[in-house]
């Protein structure tokens, strides 16, 4: 069988698979370096450099989050865009920290962000492309960000997450997870 046949050429997800955006945003081959793009503010500009979102994965810089276990919580929260999240919100509330093993799993930590993340987008309107939403998590770690505060009672923390939504590398629709410090 020939493997490259079973992927769709605009998701790039097994036919059988295909993102819940695919119907309806056509993606386009993403700029290279040394492309000329028409910039809205500098006019026609030479690409010199770019880092990309694939590439960011690749680095580690953003942990992708189509695939399952992710996807299917993310279908089953309703969420249409791609997800990521950067390795500081990744390691820090969803890797399940080691006295919670066996106790807590990644599927439910991973749940709690995006559910939350889901009902703050229902209630609010984005700030441009961003959305800041609070949840309660049990760090994995003792530092903190600033973006934390003990939650009442308890041994849960309150934390603050910010999401941005914005194209990809080639313009498919993705929701990118991340502290609120960081951009
Ligand atoms: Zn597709």
Known sequence: ??????????????????RPWCEKVQTSAPPKQGDTIDHPTFGPTELISLYSRAQAIEDGVLVDCTDDPFDELNRNAGLIFDVAMTHAVFHRYVEVPEQFRGSQDIKGRYWDIIWMFRSAASRQKLNGNELLFEFLCLPNGAENDGNEKPAAGGIYRE???????????RGEPCLTFMLPSED
């Open 159 to 169: 934390v603050q997450l910010k999401v941005v939504a914005s194209p990809g590398d």
């Open 1 to 18: 069988m020939d493997c490259a046949e079973t992927y769709c050429v605009n998701c790039r997800k097994p036919v059988g698979r295909h």
